[in-house]
């Protein structure tokens, strides 16, 4: 208490000052116009710049959660596409549901770990077991494809890089089905795989597109995966591509793991042997 009454003692010059200057201010202010108008606009936009800021903050803070509600929704359209998609029939008279046979089923995941500067790169993402998620399952995203499911726990799978010299991904050329190549990896650039074994006949072009073969039981075909960006040709019969990748592979956050729910039943036929 005693600090409280020698601090006002000792400052109250300046305390009365600015009483006196409050109340100076406040009858301009009210009495005024053009001041008062003044102030007014001046409150309304410090006022409206600092509602703009939170609003944007708030709007930051959200995206998080926002994001996680967009792939969700994708999953289930993407879903609900495969279901309704027409598989068409030798025998055009039949009409019945037979016709409609779904392939795939997508799994929305969150990529919790990504490699892409090392030779042989893993993720890991946040679906196993128990969300049905098992080894040879194709990962993707919106803008195409990021690798295969390799190990899976409960909770957890982890899975091989497109950018990992194992990697061997069948691959064409966009709008032509009869060029296909095996999508590797040297390791010398995050941003480009390199497409082998392409006809040397093949019309090539830089900035043709390049989309999965569909000649696998993991990949569905037609998948995007990037952009011819050079065009090498040597002595041999096939040419080797140059493919920039869609994705940023150093920036990855939702993706998709596609199960082919014909891979046992297609696996078991080729796997029958010649008698």
Do not use: C
């Not at 960006?229 to 596609?258: A, C, H, P, W």
């Amino acid at each position: 208490m005693q600090q409280i009454i020698y601090f006002f003692q000792k400052f109250k010059y300046f305390l009365f000052f600015l009483l006196l200057e409050f109340i100076a201010l406040f009858f301009t202010f009210n009495n005024l116009n053009f001041h008062k108008s003044k102030y007014v606009n001046s409150a309304n936009r410090i006022t409206g710049s600092l509602n703009a800021s939170l609003s944007n903050f708030s709007e930051y803070i959200e995206l998080k959660s926002k994001n996680e509600l967009l792939s969700e929704e994708n999953t289930k359209l993407r879903n609900q596409l495969e279901k309704n998609r027409l598989v068409p029939s030798k025998d055009s008279t039949i009409t019945d549901s037979t016709k409609y046979r779904q392939k795939y089923t997508f799994t929305q995941a969150k990529i919790i770990n990504n490699n892409y500067s090392k030779q042989f790169n893993f993720l890991t993402i946040n679906k196993g077991k128990s969300a049905d998620i098992g080894s040879e399952m194709a990962v993707i995203n919106s803008l195409g494809i990021i690798g295969i499911t390799e190990n899976t726990s409960e909770n957890y799978t982890r899975v091989q890089s497109i950018l990992n010299k194992n990697s061997k991904i069948n691959a064409r050329l966009k709008g032509n089905s009869r060029y296909f190549g095996t999508l590797k990896w040297n390791s010398n650039d995050y941003n480009t795989v390199q497409l082998h074994d392409i006809p040397r006949q093949a019309p090539l072009k830089i900035g043709d597109t390049v989309e999965t073969g569909g000649k696998s039981t993991i990949f569905p075909e037609g998948i995007p995966i990037g952009r011819i960006s050079k065009i090498n040709q040597g002595n041999t019969t096939n040419s080797e591509l140059e493919v920039q990748l869609f994705n940023d592979m150093s920036n990855l956050r939702y993706v998709y793991i596609v199960k082919n729910l014909h891979k046992i039943e297609i696996q078991s036929l080729e796997n029958i042997s010649n008698e």
